[in-house]
């Protein structure tokens, strides 16, 4: 944080993060209890973005055959997807009662229609076009989701990175490997969150609430990961 701007102004701790900016459009001066709910909620879409950013970077380094690259973006999605369920586990301070009266405030918006959730499982490889209909979601929404579909997805990416032989494809697919296990974890402990505070009553936008969440852990991010891996790979 220590370059200066062009006009030879250095920017500080605030002006850096645009805090004024941030804070002014969070939900960070709502009730105590709304304001944990939507805080937990918009950090975790940032996190969302940093997500995005680096599986369309690991994505790139291994189409231009770059593997070593694209695993120094990579390894560093378990930690972040371990912090994206630190999030969800600070709901668990709420109590069922205060949960339903947030809950009541909603109507039918729902996490289940995080339009960066679905691009990172798009991206990855991951492409159940159910999700295109997905109750609430906008035009824009819609139409970012297909656009993810036109593009090659990162489990393509290394199919193809692996079957020209490239280096460190056991490394790349071990990375890959680990997030996928890491967004399991995540969708266990939201599961579990779910469960505590909805138990078995349906979620909202259509989702069957935690019972979805249990079964979504049975899904894996990369369809094409172990097709075609060789045994001296392994």
């Known amino acids: 944080m220590s370059a200066q701007a062009d006009d030879g102004h250095c920017p500080a701790y605030g002006e850096r993060l645009r805090l004024d900016e941030l804070l002014e459009i969070a939900q960070v001066h709502e009730n105590p209890e709304r304001a944990l709910f939507f805080g937990a909620h918009q950090a975790c879409e940032i996190w969302f973005a940093v997500v995005l950013r680096h599986l369309e970077t690991a994505r790139r380094d291994l189409t231009e055959g770059r593997g070593a690259e694209a695993c120094a973006h990579l390894d560093r999605l378990p930690r972040i997807m ?3 369920a630190q999030h969800f586990d600070a709901l668990h301070a709420l109590t069922p009662e205060e949960f339903d009266v947030v809950r009541a405030t ?3 918006s729902s996490g289940f229609q995080s339009v960066q959730f679905r691009e990172i499982e798009f991206l990855c490889g991951a492409r159940d076009r159910r999700m295109l209909n997905i109750a609430g979601l906008t035009d824009r929404d819609r139409s970012r989701l297909l656009a993810r579909l036109d593009e090659p997805s990162l489990d393509e990416a290394f ?6 032989a490239g280096e460190d494809v056991k490394r790349v697919q071990d990375a890959m490997v680990a997030f996928d296990a890491a967004m399991r974890s995540s969708r266990g402990r939201h599961a579990a969150l779910a469960q505590a505070l909805l138990g078995g009553v349906a979620g909202t936008a259509g989702s069957s609430g935690a019972a979805y969440l249990w079964r979504s852990m049975e899904r894996t991010l990369f369809p094409q990961l172990t097709q075609g891996v060789r045994s001296d790979d392994c």
């Open 106 to 108: 909603l109507g039918t």
């Open 82 to 84: 371990e912090a994206v």
């Open 159 to 164: 199919a193809a990175y692996r079957d020209r």
